[in-house]
């Protein structure tokens, strides 16, 4: 067995592979470019600090424990052959064989030719984009307080989320929170004053959820002083400025970027059949069509969605990819005699949108929440869904940190880029030796 990506659906699918197959009938291997699953819910969490980024990860090889990960990036397949092809880290190019490939790719951001979105907007889809967003954000709190123009500190201080799916919608309301707690320590922009906009193509918030779980969100959002801006568009972005389809112009520094998401690229070198929005397009039992021992999961494939009866395909959320992935797994142990071959059958049991350190709405078995319930609620929700009793514990310390101690405004932005060694290379004379001895020096023992 082959799985392609290690996030939600491919890590479940490998996980209940492992656990319905016996070890000699089956090898497991999994493909993936990162060698962790990103728990997704929680980036927002990190982004806003109350959690290490670190912890809002899973390594994947504390959870599988015979499947054989390769750390590598897939590049093609030929379904025909039954083959994946992938190139590892030193660059070489790997072909695996498989019995059954499931494709568990995920998504990348949709982002449309907007003038000025790809060179001033920021992502929200990544552990580094949310880390940079972080840094963004203390930046611009930091120019702000330093500048003696109230136009500049107003462009510095209003920051515009596009798009309001979970990761728009939690992220700003996180980000809002954030600024919130910390804008004490920054008087010059606490006189100012932040401006939070969200903006929604659609005439309603999050797509993904219930109308009336979304309306009380937008009410939520509302209350926090955060402008719901629906049925609009963002027609252009500068470097200090975004254009809405209201022909309104907002003078910004940051442009948050979360308005939906699309299959990467790699779903088009694989040989299988795409629905028009993309995605591997698969029947209810999440085999790909047309092809007896291939299967799609997750955001990069069209898995008709049982609780619209199949007439669209499931959206784009962990909920849906993680049960997937359990399914598939089971479907394919059932293709070598193990059960029997069933559709993906799931009903959302609740839904949680986090919105700061306690605050949150959410809908369960048919119940309205918001505010600290709410919350709680959703901690309890992703402490049983994280996989794996040390990450557990690592959310619930970092969760009680928060709940007593303050929040932590530093700004990190070297992390991941540190200084070259060539910056404090010496020049021969420089170290105060001799320039003849300090040229032998640098010569190393075999020179002059
Ligand atoms: C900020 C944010 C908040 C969210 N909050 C929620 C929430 O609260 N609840 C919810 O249900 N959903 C939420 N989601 C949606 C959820 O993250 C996705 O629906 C889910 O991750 C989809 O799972 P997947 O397995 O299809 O893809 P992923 O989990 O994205 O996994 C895909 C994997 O494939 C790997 N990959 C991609 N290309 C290659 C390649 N060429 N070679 C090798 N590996 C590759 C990726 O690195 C990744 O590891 C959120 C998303 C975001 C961005």
């Not at 000699?24 to 999994?30: D, G, M, P, V, Y």
């Not at 954030?178 to 969200?198: C, K, M, N, Q, S």
Request: glycine share 10%; net charge positive; hydrophobic share 40%.
């Amino acid at each position: 067995m082959v799985i392609a990506g290690g996030g939600f659906g491919g890590l479940y699918a490998a996980r209940r592979l492992e656990h319905v197959l016996p070890p000699e009938s089956a090898r497991i291997t999994l493909v993936s470019d990162t060698n962790f699953l990103l728990y997704t819910p929680l980036l927002p969490g990190a982004a806003s600090g109350t959690l290490e980024p670190r912890h809002v990860v899973v390594p994947l090889r504390s959870e599988l424990h015979r499947t054989d990960i390769r750390f590598g990036w897939v590049t093609g397949a030929d379904p025909a052959l039954s083959e994946l092809r992938y190139r590892t880290l030193d660059g070489r190019s790997e072909t695996l064989r498989y019995d059954h490939l499931i494709v568990a790719l995920g998504s990348v951001s949709r982002v449309l030719p907007i003038p000025g979105l790809a060179d001033h907007g920021l992502g929200f889809k990544t552990i580094s984009e949310a880390i940079a967003l972080r840094n963004r954000v203390l930046v611009n709190l930091e120019v702000a307080e330093a500048s003696e123009s109230p136009e500049q500190r107003r462009e510095y201080l209003t920051f515009v989320f596009v798009g309001a799916g979970y990761a728009g919608v939690e992220g700003i309301a996180e980000l809002q929170d954030f600024v919130a707690d910390v804008i004490e320590r920054y008087p010059r922009a606490r006189l100012e004053g932040t401006r939070w906009i969200i903006v929604e193509a659609e005439d309603r918030i999050m797509p993904e959820i219930d109308p009336g779980l979304a309306d009380f969100a937008t009410r939520e959002l509302q209350a926090r002083g955060i402008e719901v801006r629906t049925g609009t568009r963002v027609s252009a972005v500068e470097e200090n400025s975004v254009q809405l389809s209201t022909g309104e112009r907002i003078p910004c520094r940051t442009v948050c970027w979360t308005a939906g998401v699309k299959p990467p690229a790699i779903v088009r070198e694989l040989g299988l059949p795409l629905t028009e929005r993309g995605r591997i397009d698969v029947d209810a039992t999440m085999r790909v069509r047309g092809h007896r021992n291939v299967w799609a999961i997750g955001d990069a494939a069209a898995v008709p969605d049982p609780a619209a009866r199949g007439t669209r395909p499931s959206p784009p959320t962990a909920q849906h990819a993680i049960r997937q992935g359990r399914r598939v797994a089971e479907n394919v142990a059932a293709t070598l005699g193990k059960g029997r071959v069933r559709p993906f059958r799931y009903r959302t049991l609740g839904v949680f949108v986090d919105m700061g350190r306690h605050k949150a709405v959410a809908q369960m078995f048919g119940l309205k929440l918001r505010g600290f319930p709410a919350w709680w609620a959703a901690r309890t929700y992703h402490l049983a869904m994280m996989p794996g009793a040390s990450r557990r514990l690592r959310l619930l310390i970092d969760w009680t940190v928060a709940l007593l101690f303050e929040r932590d405004s530093a700004e990190l932005g070297q992390l991941g880029h540190p200084p070259s060694l060539r910056g404090f290379l010496e020049t021969p004379g420089e170290s105060g030796a001799p320039p003849a001895e300090a040229a032998r020096a640098q010569a190393g023992p075999r020179g002059p």
